[in-house]
C-alpha cells in the first residue's frame, strides 16, 4: 500500500530520530513511499540554508510523486468543510494531504495529532509515543 510520509515525519527523520528514521527507512527501500506537493513545499520552505534548500530539493526527486487532482482539491474542500461544522478546523494543507490519501489509496505517516479528527483516514503508527505527538 502506498504511504504518505507527512511533513513532521520528514522534519524526525532529517533529524536522525532513531525510531522514525528506521520506520521510514524500511519504507523508502520497499518502495512504498510516496511524496504529495504540500509536502514538498513545506520541506522547502523549512530550509536553513539554500545548501539544505539544494540538497532536500535533489533528495525529494528521488521519491515517487502523487500528482494533485481536481478531485483531490474538492474533497480537501469537503474534508475541512465537516470538520468546521463539527468545530474542528485544521491546515487545509493536511486536509489536502488526507483527500490525495483517499483518492489514491494510501496510508498517512505523520505525527500531528489532528490527523487523527479525520473520519476514515488510514494512519500508520511510528512507534513514537503518542505523547509526544504534535
Given at each position: 500500500?502506498?504511504?504518505?510520509?507527512?511533513?513532521?515525519?520528514?522534519?524526525?527523520?532529517?533529524?536522525?530520530?532513531?525510531?522514525?528514521?528506521?520506520?521510514?527507512?524500511?519504507?523508502?527501500?520497499?518502495?512504498?513511499?510516496?511524496?504529495?506537493?504540500?509536502?514538498?513545499?513545506?520541506?522547502?520552505?523549512?530550509?536553513?540554508?539554500?545548501?539544505?534548500?539544494?540538497?532536500?530539493?535533489?533528495?525529494?526527486?528521488?521519491?515517487?510523486?502523487?500528482?494533485?487532482?481536481?478531485s483531490?482539491?474538492?474533497?480537501?474542500?469537503?474534508?475541512?468543510?465537516k470538520?468546521?461544522?463539527?468545530?474542528?478546523?485544521?491546515?487545509?494543507?493536511?486536509c489536502?494531504?488526507?483527500?490525495?490519501?483517499?483518492?489514491?489509496?494510501?496510508?498517512?505517516?505523520?505525527?500531528?495529532?489532528?490527523?487523527?479528527?479525520?473520519?476514515?483516514?488510514?494512519?500508520?503508527?511510528?512507534?513514537?509515543?503518542?505523547?509526544?505527538?504534535?
Amino acid at each position: 500500500m502506498k504511504k504518505i510520509v507527512d511533513t513532521s515525519v520528514w522534519i524526525e527523520y532529517f533529524k536522525n530520530q532513531d525510531v522514525v528514521a528506521a520506520a521510514v527507512d524500511k519504507d523508502l527501500l520497499e518502495g512504498s513511499i510516496y511524496m504529495v506537493g504540500p509536502v514538498i513545499s513545506e520541506l522547502l520552505q523549512g530550509a536553513n540554508t539554500e545548501k539544505d534548500f539544494r540538497s532536500l530539493k535533489s533528495s525529494i526527486g528521488g521519491v515517487p510523486f502523487i500528482e494533485t487532482n481536481l478531485s483531490d482539491w474538492k474533497l480537501a474542500g469537503e474534508i475541512s468543510f465537516k470538520l468546521r461544522k463539527r468545530g474542528i478546523t485544521i491546515p487545509i494543507t493536511d486536509c489536502l494531504i488526507a483527500a490525495i490519501a483517499f483518492n489514491h489509496d494510501a496510508m498517512v505517516m505523520t505525527l500531528d495529532r489532528h490527523f487523527r479528527h479525520i473520519p476514515d483516514l488510514k494512519l500508520i503508527d511510528t512507534g513514537v509515543e503518542s505523547d509526544k505527538l504534535r
